[in-house]
């Protein structure tokens, strides 16, 4: 095996993709051709689990541990200590003598390292993109923050931001961050002679929430193929926009239009954006795809996949946006993963996989598919990763037969507003304590094990796990009951005393027992 290109969506669940959007009958559906042939070409697996929030999943990925290892139970923040350690097991110390590269987000960085903490910790060769996490404060999509392997430069090698501040009136598209993260990765990648690792980490569509730049924009910047959205979708956000007052025109013409084809004008411009993002990741992957050879005569395996769900703001019917990003619901740690490459034989072509997977696996596949051994190259290190290849020939191959979730904040997290996270992970989950000086113990903490056809959620929203007025538990048969519409847990806050009034069947009631035993079983302290 030659090369391995890994490709992150941000805030993308499952239920985004566009067939599944139209399975569940979601209202809007993005129009997503290349992940459609993705799909049609490689192997979708339909049980992905991730992180909840986005550093969490990007630690587990890079490190193959869960977050209580690493320390990263919620979002790293510039200025804070803590996880995940520079020793920790990051993914290219097993291929040192391997080109890598990652383009894009990457918000791992905690003040022990320095703003080129992809290299200085990860060990990738390149960075370019966002250092520091995302798209905040005044910046735009058009005007950001784009660091070369840790120093700020735009694309004439300036020491400056990447476009001009006023990303509304100043929508050149050639400063545009999706359009850059990835040819920034295909110049990279075509100069590679062989063997190589490319992480390419989208922003998109994590907000801020926007209408992308259009044809004629894209055009103006002499940009070719200009089309970036669907046709439909472009003219419905057209329309948005004249009828906001963004561009000029007939507003009751546009509000009508709008309405024509089923939105609404009033409520749903946010929603009518953020699938307009998606649709340009989609072309963006579809650049990507097209610059590798993931035939069976190829070189390339590619994987495909989100970091968590979207946001309660666009999230639609049938869907609850109270199981939106930062829950430990389906619609936010259950996510797209669609693996393509000459090791996918054909008749596993546009298969589904239902193998539980984690976001821990993509760790210890990846460097066997380099043909690493794992237990020189990280001796003593205590991975929760499995190797999913063999579900590339065997989709009924179980790697795994659980996996586990989770996120959590320190005390002072909470009064800090999150951040960072505790160096060598959680020491003890009775009292909250952690291995790291610096960090107090935990104050909210939200656990989830999942096997075949259960879920069970552990929460402690307020205190120590001592205080067992403040732990709930939920349980779900995601089988059945993909939505999580019924907690067959009568008495949430009951447990295990609790357990008679686990409600439905017999199966229901030796669920709870078996998840709650797995969990105690895997975290080294009790529960």
Request: with cysteine.
């Amino acid at each position: 095996m030659a090369n391995v290109l890994w490709i992150t969506t941000d805030d993308v669940s499952y239920t985004l993709l566009q067939r599944r959007c139209e399975a569940l009958g979601v209202a809007h559906a993005p129009a997503t051709p290349n992940l459609n042939t993705a799909q049609d070409t490689g192997i979708n697996y339909t049980r992905f689990y991730g992180q909840s929030v986005c550093s969490p999943f990007r630690a587990c990925s890079i490190l193959g541990r869960y977050a209580f290892r690493t320390g990263l139970g919620n979002n790293a923040q510039l200025g804070f200590p803590g996880a995940p350690a520079v020793n920790d097991s990051w993914l290219c110390q097993g291929i040192p003598l391997v080109p890598s590269a990652t383009f894009g987000k990457w918000h791992l960085y905690t003040s022990e390292h320095t703003v080129d903490s992809a290299r200085d910790a990860g060990q990738f060769w390149v960075h370019k993109g966002l250092a520091l996490g995302n798209v905040v404060g005044n910046d735009t999509y058009w005007h950001w923050d784009r660091y070369e392997n840790g120093v700020l430069k735009d694309t004439a090698g300036l020491n400056s931001k990447q476009g001009l501040a006023d990303g509304v009136n100043n929508r050149n598209a050639a400063n545009y961050l999706s359009h850059i993260v990835v040819q920034d990765a295909l110049d990279w990648i075509a100069i590679q002679p062989s063997r190589w690792f490319c992480w390419v980490q989208m922003q998109a569509p994590h907000r801020p929430i926007h209408f992308p730049p259009t044809a004629a924009e894209r055009a103006s910047a002499g940009i070719s193929p200009n089309q970036y959205m669907s046709v439909a979708h472009e003219a419905l956000l057209t329309n948005y926009s004249i009828y906001l007052g963004i561009t000029p025109g007939d507003p009751v013409a546009a509000k009508a239009a709008i309405i024509a084809e089923g939105w609404d004008p009033d409520s749903e411009s946010a929603l009518a954006g953020f699938i307009g993002m998606v649709e340009t990741i989609d072309y963006e992957i579809g650049r990507l795809l097209a610059a590798v050879d993931t035939s069976r005569t190829g070189d390339t395996t590619v994987m495909i996949f989100s970091d968590n769900g979207e946001n309660d703001p666009v999230v639609q019917p049938p869907l609850d946006p109270d199981h939106a990003k930062g829950s430990q619901y389906e619609l936010s740690i259950r996510l797209p993963l669609i693996i393509k490459g000459p090791d996918i034989p054909l008749l596993n072509y546009g298969k589904d996989c239902r193998s539980l997977v984690h976001a821990v696996d993509l760790w210890r596949t990846t460097l066997r598919l380099f043909g690493v051994n794992i237990g020189n190259m990280f001796p003593g290190v205590t991975s929760d990763s499995k190797n999913i290849a063999s579900t590339f020939t065997d989709l009924e191959a179980t790697p795994r037969t659980s996996l586990y979730c989770e996120n959590f904040l320190t005390k002072q997290q909470v009064s800090d507003a999150g951040g960072g996270g505790p160096k060598g992970g959680i020491k003890d989950a009775a009292t909250g304590e952690t291995n790291d000086p610096n960090f107090g113990p935990i104050a909210q903490w939200e656990r989830t094990m999942v096997d075949d056809n259960w879920k069970l959620i552990t929460r402690m929203p307020t205190g120590p796990a001592s205080v067992i007025g403040d732990i709930t538990y939920e349980l779900y048969n995601t089988r059945s009951d993909y939505l999580e519409e019924y907690n067959m847990i009568r008495e949430p806050n009951r447990f295990p005393q609790g357990v008679e009034d686990v409600s439905g069947s017999e199966a229901a009631w030796l669920a709870v027992l078996r998840l709650k035993a797995l969990e105690d079983d895997l975290l080294p302290y009790p529960t």
